[in-house]
């Protein structure tokens, strides 16, 4: 197994692939690190664009086909101002 390094919030979410936080069900869609530094460059930029945030770097294991094995958030996904304009259209 390979150890990676993901970023994860103060209320269990992942950062993702796709730029925005993923609650951690489908490991497919974590940013994973292969060196602890690039994560921690990618922590400080998010803290600097968001004052709120409170992340942390963990150090986690990717499984057989290569997903990093991380804990699925309990707490639900903030809904973004976008969807919300959409279901008011």
């Known amino acids: 197994m390979t150890k990676v390094f993901v970023i994860r919030n103060q209320l269990g979410h992942y950062w993702g692939k796709k730029k925005c ?11 994973i690190a292969k060196h602890q530094d690039e994560a921690i460059n990618t922590l400080f930029e998010l803290s600097s664009k968001n ?10 294991e990717l499984n057989n086909r290569g997903v990093p094995a991380v804990e ?9 101002a976008d ?3 959409d279901a008011d259209a």
Do not use: N, Q
Request: charged share 20%; net charge negative.
């Open 72 to 80: 699925a958030s309990t707490i639900p996904l903030p809904i973004s």
């Open 51 to 60: 004052f709120e945030l409170r992340g942390e770097v963990v150090a986690c």
């Open 21 to 31: 936080w993923v609650d951690g069900s489908d490991g497919r869609t974590v940013m």
């Open 83 to 85: 969807l919300d304009a």
